[in-house]
């Protein structure tokens, strides 16, 4: 599964990204925003419903309608059982999701997949009679270090600190997406031979599972575009570390990694559209009591 540009500076290069993006949104979340999680529990709800509930259906169902071979069908599936992409709720607050409810789902989705990771592979262990398995202890590990330290430390030293989180916010955010933009095209150079190589019915059956969570997250989003957009997003970026973990753990043959990795690179080009639109038509995040 080896691209030509070695597989730990990528995995080093991604930590070092995702840990300055998700330091960087705790830099911009204040205490009070988090009120949102007990204070307007509905549109939490039908958030976590779309991503931790819908999007998992909607991929089997699509894998077993284009009948795709059984190990880029459990590739697919798996991914959709892994949610929090800790990218996407920088790729949400700059589409126009809403800036208190976006870091509150965003958290609560890294929480719960603690306990949903495990319980789906268990049920996907009925639906294809394997013995996959994955601890909580693994995920949770993973979850911390990559989202619920990151936002914590920014949240903290904006709480501590407001004078130099004013002026440092603007250069870590700047450094973020400068991570960002050079591990996209590291990425695409590593991968882009694996996502050609997927073949078209496992290339469609990607972009219709991201065009339907995508849908599934807006239309469950709520009337609010800033929450719409936010679930919508949320629900459409899978977490690629949590389901490259699970291979990894059952050491799972080679193309269900290399399913992964194409659903990975084809997900981020099928959210292009949807993220521009939803800039144009001018939704700004705007917190509400």
Not at 107 to 120: D, H, T, Y
Not at 148 to 168: K, S
């Amino acid at each position: 599964m080896s691209g030509p540009i070695p597989e730990w500076m990528i995995s080093l290069f991604a930590a070092v990204t995702v840990f300055t993006v998700m330091f960087s949104v705790g830099l911009s979340v204040g205490l009070g925003d988090l009120r949102w999680i007990w204070q307007r529990p509905g549109p939490i709800a039908r958030g976590l419903l779309s991503v931790l509930v819908v999007v998992p259906l909607l991929a089997l169902s699509i894998s077993r309608a284009l009948e795709l071979p059984r190990l880029a069908e459990i590739g697919v599936v798996l991914m959709a059982i892994s949610p929090g992409a800790p990218v996407a709720l920088r790729r949400s607050l700059g589409a126009g999701g809403h800036r208190a409810f976006a870091p509150s789902l965003q958290i609560c989705i890294a929480l719960l997949a603690v306990g949903s990771m495990p319980l789906s592979i268990a049920l996907l262990d009925y639906v294809y009679e394997g013995h996959a398995s994955v601890s909580s202890w693994h995920v949770a590990r993973q979850v911390f270090i990559a989202q619920l330290l990151p936002i914590g430390l920014g949240i903290a030293l904006r709480r501590l600190y407001p004078g130099l989180v004013a002026r440092i916010d603007p250069l870590v955010g700047r450094l973020g997406t400068a991570l960002l933009v050079i591990l996209a095209v590291l990425a695409l150079i590593d991968v882009w031979q694996v996502t050609v190589d997927a073949g078209p019915r496992v290339t469609s059956a990607i972009v219709l599972v991201t065009l339907a969570a995508l849908a599934a997250g807006h239309w469950l989003g709520g009337p609010e575009p800033a929450t719409r957009t936010a679930v919508a997003i949320s629900s459409a970026a899978r977490n690629a570390g949590l389901a490259l973990l699970v291979a990894t753990v059952n050491r799972a043959p080679p193309q269900v990694e290399a399913t992964v990795l194409a659903y990975l690179a084809i997900s981020v080009l099928a959210l292009v559209p949807y993220v521009f639109w939803r800039r144009r038509v001018g939704v700004r995040a705007a917190p509400t009591a």
